[in-house]
Structures are given as C-alpha cells and as structure tokens.
C-alpha cells in the first residue's frame, strides 16, 4: 500500500488517475474545508462530470448510435450532479476518491423528476460514430448501474480493484466487491467477444464521443422555439398561481408538520431535521426498499432530548477533527478498541467537556457521510443500580454509541450492521463490562439467549425494543479457559421474508455476527443451516477461542464448513477439519482451517485473507497440512471438500495420488519439503488449496 498518492492528473485520457488501497479510501473522508477556485476539486472537474455522465448512461438513453437521444439532458445532469457533489469545503489531492464516492453516489440515485429540455440543443463532439464505439457503449448502456459504475472505475479511472471496491462502499452499495468484479467480467467479455482490448476501450470512453465538457450546440427547430416562447409565459403564469395556491393552503399547517417523518421515504429513512439528525418513524421500515440499519425507526425515552443528541453529535465530529490529519490520533483511538484492554482511548474536548474517543480497527473516524441517523435515545440499567444515558447515532457504514456514566463520557465507532434482515436484527446496547442489553430491529418478535455450550435458550423480555440483561451465566462457561463462550441470541422475526430462527453471536461489539454451519457432506454454494442444529451447536461448541480471536474484526457473518471428519495416524477417535470464514467490514474476510481434536484446544493449520475460498464462489476446497502423531512422527495430511474429484500430492518428488484423504509415511525428523498439492474437480479444473 502506497504511502500517499500524486496529484492525480486533470485530463483523463493522457494520464492514470490517483490510486491507492480500498483499505484507505475511507481514511481519505475527513471533512474538507470550503471549495476555493483552483482547488484540486475544480482541476478535476471534468473527469468527475465524465464519471457522472457515464454513470447516468442506461439503456432508455443510448449514449451512442442511430438511436442516440436526449444526449442534451444527460449533459446537463451530469454537470447538475457533480455540482450538486461539490463538498462546501476544500478538498486535498488525498481526498480526491471520497469526492469520487459522492459524485458515484449522486449519479446512481438521479431526481425522479427532471424538466426536459425540448428538442436538441446540443451533443458532444465529434458527430460521427464509431461502429466499435457503439457497440462498447451499447454495452454499457445495458449493465446494472452498480455494475457500470464498478466498470466505469476500472476502465476509465483506471483504480485498483480495492480503491473501486472502496468507492463503491463509500457510495452506498451492497455487495460492491461483486459488482467490481462484473465490472471487470464486463471488461474482457468485451475484449474476447468485440475484440475491444481494455486500452482502446479507455482510449474510446475517455475521446470527445464521451466528454460532456465538449459540446456541439445545434440550431433548435421550429417547435423547439415555439415550445420555448410558450414555456415562458406558461412558467411565469404557474409561478405566480402556484405561489397563491401554497401560500393559502399550507401555511397554517407548517407549524403543525411534525419533526418525524412517520411515512416510508427513500430506502425507508427520513429526512434531515433541522439540527441535522435524520429521524425515522415507526413505520417507515415496512416502506424500506431493504432492510438495514437505515431503516430502523428513532426511538427511546431521550429522543427529544436536544442537548443529548447534539452531545452525541459533537463527539463524532470532534473525534474526525481531531483525528484529521494526525495519524498518532487515530493510533491512540483504533488503540483502545479492545473491550477487555486496559487502553484509555483519545480524550477529545467538544462544547461541553472532554469525551474519551474509541474506534474498531480499520473503522474510519471521519465525520458521518451525511446527516447522522437517530437510531436510539434512552437510559439504560447497568449493573449494581448504575443509569447510563445511551445515544446511538450512524451513517451509511459506521455506529456512534455515545454514554455518559457519572462523570464519564465516551463515544464509540464502530462497523455498522450488514444491510441485511438477520446481521440487522440487534445491536448492543450496554458497554463491554455490563450485563447485555440489545437494540432489536422492528421486524423481531421474539429472543432468546443462551451460551456457547449449549443448554436449553432462555427468553429475553424486549421493551420498546430494548431487550432486558442477558442472564449472567450466557456470558461465560466454567470450562471456557478464556475464550468466547457466549452470549448467543436466537432471533425470530416476521415481515422480513426470513421464515426460520437464526443464531446471531456478541463478540463484545455493537454489530453481531450471525453463525451459520454446513456439514461436510454439503458446500458453500448450497444454502448453508444455522448454527442452532444439532450438528452446528456441536461444531461451534469448540470454536470458542476461534471466535473470540474474531471479535476485533467485528465480522458480519461467521460460516463453520465441516470439510472433513474422520481418523489420523496415532488417534483412534474422530477429528474434525473446519473451514471457517469470516466476512468482515468492508468487503473483506478472513478462512481459517481449523482442526478439532478431542480434548485438546482447537488449532488453526492454514489461514489466508481477502479470498473466494469456501464460498460460494469457491464451493471445492483442499486443505494440507503437518500432522504431528501421538505415537511420533509428521505426516503430511490433505483432504478436500464440495465437488474435489482428485489430489495429487508430491513430496521431495515422491507423488502420491487419491481422493477424500492422503496421509503421507511418517517423517521422523518433522516437516519436510518441498511440497506440491494440487486438486482438480471432476473436469480436470483446478481447485484451490489452503495450506
């Protein structure tokens, strides 16, 4: 990962455009100052209006060909929507992709209504098409918005993968590692098909056929005019009754309007009150195009209490300002992350007093993007009789749990829930060191707690969608020797299209992970069970200490893929092979092979980051690894799952081939090497190893 990026050039089609890791972008999301002329904002003007215009291209608008139409209007919206993008504040060349995201994000979500312009006014240069131009922007007219946009990214700003995941993040979509990813399938089919190589398919995307900067005005025809003259006096006509009308009719209610938007709105939110603080009625998440976070109504005892809220605000904001800029700042805040570390945090002063600052690792401590939603505010019973005032506050990515105990004020960010009906289902309340309390979604009827050693679930009362303490025995285990033992919640919810129970973990964070299972008959790219089975409850009895590890990551979902069960050399019981993946914030993940052996600790023997691997997208698997026996000696072990057809295994040049399990001859002296696995699939394809 580079250190810092040069200035990205003004004119795309010379130079490549700035790049640097997914993993920074959001670090480049401070606040920026006011918008002065000759700002790096106004020098990349043009390439930000050309990713707009590109982005708005659909297939109702063909960008080129016969067809080609209402070229006028996308101009002038392209243009309207990097305006309208332009943050208040300079930017820097470092913060060039946060300004990326806002534009990609505006594009993407249009007004439903525009005036159109009549007739033709004007298109860009040069007039005449291209036939392998049509056919690149016939393509791209029909893609999926998120897809095009992934595209757009690679190809014509030419970023990494990472740095356009993280764009795509920052803009608001799920999922945008897929969508990169069709982005990129997009980009060779075009080569392979159309015979389009990537160079001339930029070359063409960042010509004059596609510069909105560059625009050939052409003479109106005669409706046009007419049209025109007739608007006018029609306009001015409007304006004057439609002032009358609204004057008369709606002002009387103004005063009565509520602060709260009760209805659905987009996505199901509400709309940014006047202190800034976005606020959601009960209902609006029946209206919700997906269920997440967003659509959470605002609710506690507190809500109204201004002085709270704006509390809760200013210590997100004076985190971002004092972390801007100062990376021995955002050290000392992902520093104090662990609930059970002894870290003081970053104390940072706001209007009303010092705040002692948190942040998950790898959580940006910018400002919110946007207005800051209200998810909750109230007062909470702590242990031995302790009220806590508790105010929750998040944004696209990220939760603000701000506390005030006695003296003691802190505010936490961390990863927002995954915008999904089950990760969405509760967030943590309480601090690390009191008893659980939750925050469940509307869409929850019922949830039950018990411990990661199984036992029968225990029902948790929920009022006005606070959940009462978890029973102190499902946070820990007598035989746990340290590691994770609980607490687990079973959740049941209604209106959410989730017919079943599922089990969701507190790893110590506000985000649960939800815990899932598939037995080593099955694979990844079936429909995998919950943790709650009987064969599932048994898997992650003795991943304690393996989740527990997990727990700084914040991870939205934890899948246990039974690979292998069976017997090594020198044990006479059954042994396990667990692939366990994580999916994290971000887009990222984390597999783990992990071997289960009676009575003794579970081990990982291969791990890897950032990879398909038992996923959908990789449903076969092999693992390999040393396998010391009790009686002595190494043996090399490796063992496949989901549709592995053949291993071929090959020692010091010694090859041995098989299926399901290869065991080496002993090594007395340990490891040795080197070694070579490769396993195929039933059509001779190769499949990944995790060794």
């Known amino acids: 990962m580079s250190s810092g990026p040069a200035e990205p050039p003004s004119d795309p089609s010379t130079e490549p455009p700035v790049a640097r890791s997914a993993g920074a972008v959001p670090d480049r999301l401070p606040v920026p100052s006011r918008v002065r002329p000759g700002t790096p904002t106004q ?20 960008l080129a060909g016969p067809g080609r139409r209402a070229t006028d209007q996308r101009i002038a919206r392209a243009h309207r929507v990097v305006r309208w993008s332009l943050p208040w504040r300079q930017v820097t060349d470092d913060e060039y992709l946060w300004l990326l995201a806002r534009v990609v994000r505006r594009a993407a979500n249009p ?120 608007g006018r006096l029609a306009a001015l006509a409007t304006v004057l009754l439609a002032t009358v009308a609204v004057t008369a009719t709606l002002s009387p209610r103004l005063a009565r309007f509520p602060p709260e938007v009760a209805g659905p709105a ?124 508790v105010a929750v506050l998040a944004d ?137 089975t009987p064969a599932g409850a048994r898997a992650w009895s003795g991943l304690g200490c393996l989740a527990g590890e997990l727990s700084g990551h914040a991870p939205h979902s934890v899948l246990a893929w039974e690979v292998w069960a069976g017997t090594l050399p020198g044990r006479a019981d059954e042994v396990r092979l667990t692939c366990v993946r994580a999916e994290l914030p971000r887009d990222a993940n984390l597999v783990a092979a992990v071997l289960l052996v009676p009575d003794a600790p579970a081990r990982a023997v291969a791990t890897a980051a950032d990879t398909r691997l038992c996923s959908p997208l990789a449903p076969a698997v092999a693992v390999a690894w040393w396998w010391e026996s009790p009686t002595g000696g190494w043996h090399h072990v490796t063992t496949s799952g989901g549709a592995v057809a053949q291993l071929e295994v090959t020692i010091r040049g010694q090859r041995q081939q098989g299926t399901g399990l290869l065991v080496s001859a002993a090594h007395p002296d340990g490891p040795v090497g080197p070694v070579r696995v490769r396993a195929t699939d039933q059509a001779g394809r190769a499949v990944a190893v995790l060794d």
């Open 43 to 62: 020098r990349h003007y043009d390439r930000l209006v050309r990713v707009a215009y590109l982005v708005l291209a659909d297939s109702t608008e063909p």
């Open 396 to 532: 696209v990515s990220r939760v603000a749990v701000f506390r005030t105990a006695g003296a003691d004020r802190s505010v936490r960010i961390e990863p927002a829930p995954a915008a999904d009906a089950r990760a969405a289902s509760a967030i943590r309340l309480s601090a690390p060191t009191e008893p659980a309390r939750y925050l469940v979604a509307p869409w929850v009827r019922q949830v039950q707690s018990r411990s990661l050693a199984g036992g029968q679930w225990h029902e948790l009362a929920v009022r006005s969608g606070v959940t009462d303490p978890v029973p102190a025995g499902h946070h820990a285990a007598a035989d746990s020797g340290g590691c994770w033992a609980g607490p687990l919640l079973r959740m049941q919810v209604t209106e959410a299209g989730v017919d079943r129970p599922f089990t969701l973990a507190d790893l110590g964070r506000v985000p649960l992970s939800r815990l899932s299972y598939l037995s080593p008959q099955r694979d990844p790219g079936q429909s995998v069970d919950d943790a709650d």
């Open 266 to 389: 987009v996505d199901g939110t509400g709309a940014p009150a006047p202190d800034g603080i976005r606020r959601v009625g009960d209902q609006a998440w029946r209206g919700a195009a997906r269920l997440s976070l967003a659509s959470w109504p605002t609710r506690g005892s507190r809500t109204d209490d201004t002085a709270l809220v704006t509390a809760a605000l200013d210590s997100w904001l004076a985190l971002a300002e004092a972390t801007a800029g100062d990376p021995a700042a955002r050290t000392a805040a992902h520093g104090a992350t662990d609930p059970d570390g002894a870290a003081a945090g970053l104390a940072v002063r706001t209007g009303t007093g010092v705040v002692t600052a948190f942040a998950a690792p790898k959580v940006p401590v910018t400002a919110p993007v946007g207005a800051a939603h209200l998810v909750y505010a109230g007062e909470l019973t702590g242990a031995g009789g302790s009220t806590a005032t």
């Open 111 to 230: 007004p439903r209504f525009t005036v159109a312009l009549p007739g033709h006014w004007g298109r860009p240069v040069p007039e005449e098409d291209d036939p392998q131009s049509d056919r690149l922007l016939a393509a791209l007219t029909t893609l999926p918005t998120p897809v095009r946009a992934g595209y757009v990214l690679l190809v014509v700003e030419q970023l990494p993968p990472r740095d356009a995941i993280g764009v795509l993040h920052e803009a608001g979509w799920p999922d945008p590692v897929v969508h990169v990813a069709a982005g990129a399938a997009e980009r060779q089919r075009l080569a392979d098909t159309e015979g389009i190589t990537p160079a001339r398919q930029r070359h063409l995307l960042t010509g004059p056929l596609t510069d909105p900067m560059t625009v050939r005005l052409r003479p109106p025809d005669q409706r046009t005019v007419r049209w025109a003259r007739l």
